[in-house]
């Protein structure tokens, strides 16, 4: 009777084990999407890329700047204004999708479809298992016709969660967006050290005030594979 009775216990455990690790399993379908994507992303090892940085933050006078991104694989990226200071948020690097289509330990679910800017997009859930990522997870839109990420919404450790929207022109073949978009927390903005800000309301942020920033980065031309040094990004 005992034994029965420990087989049984053995057999419940056994299939609640499966049953919780099917849960967390990766969806081969989303693991191929998010393959194919990479595969495109992967054609550039490096860009510089003319722009114009249109920030909008509600206690920030910014204006319009002309900036040069660049970019170097896996993951360094680099906003320099052509002329005075560019106020960026810590997380614009997540503007480089390869942060999240380089994980190599995560899991991956298809969540659905979603309509983004008119295309019909499938949507992919990542939860990166290595603890010492900074990213928490990841939400990645994918036109799965141009196999590029149309949306992501990122959440980080320590710099909060942003939402990017992309638009795609001729440099859809590679991956790289027309129009990027990104919404952030302002308790998150990145300013130089030095730098005085001239509130919209004299002295402080108001209370009540929203605390959504938003930044839009326009490419006007981009150069690749030319061989950005290391050095250039420290």
């Known amino acids: 009777m005992m034994k029965n009775s420990m087989r049984k216990g053995v057999v419940l455990m056994v299939m609640l084990l499966v049953q919780v690790s099917g849960l967390w399993a990766s969806d081969p379908q989303a693991v191929a999407l998010l393959s194919s994507v990479k595969k495109k992303y992967d054609l550039v ?22 900036v040069t991104v660049y970019y170097r694989k896996p993951d360094q990226l680099l906003v320099k204004n052509e002329k005075g200071i560019s106020f960026i948020p810590k997380g614009t690097v997540h503007i480089n999708m ?10 991956a679910v298809l969540s659905g479809t979603e309509t983004i800017d008119g295309v019909p997009c ?36 320590e710099s909060g969660t942003y939402s990017i929207r992309m638009k795609y022109g001729s440099y859809a073949w590679c991956g790289l967006p027309s129009v990027v978009e990104m919404e952030f927390n302002t308790r998150d903005y990145k300013l130089p050290k030095g730098t005085t800000l001239d509130y919209d309301n004299g002295t402080k942020k108001a209370a009540g005030l929203p605390q959504k920033g938003k930044v839009q ?17 420290r």
Do not use: C, H, M
């Open 45 to 66: 090892n490096d860009y510089s890329a003319r722009a114009r940085l249109v920030t909008n933050v509600i206690f920030i006078k910014a204006p319009v700047s002309q």
């Open 98 to 107: 390869n942060n999240v289509l380089g994980l190599t330990n995560f899991e």
């Open 122 to 157: 499938s949507v992919v859930k990542v939860f990166p298992l290595n603890e010492e990522e900074s990213i928490t997870r990841a939400t990645l839109y994918i036109d799965p016709v141009l196999l590029v990420v149309r949306r992501s919404v990122v959440s980080t450790k």
């Open 217 to 233: 980065i326009l490419y006007q031309e981009y150069t690749l594979n030319k061989g950005l040094p290391a050095s250039l990004f």
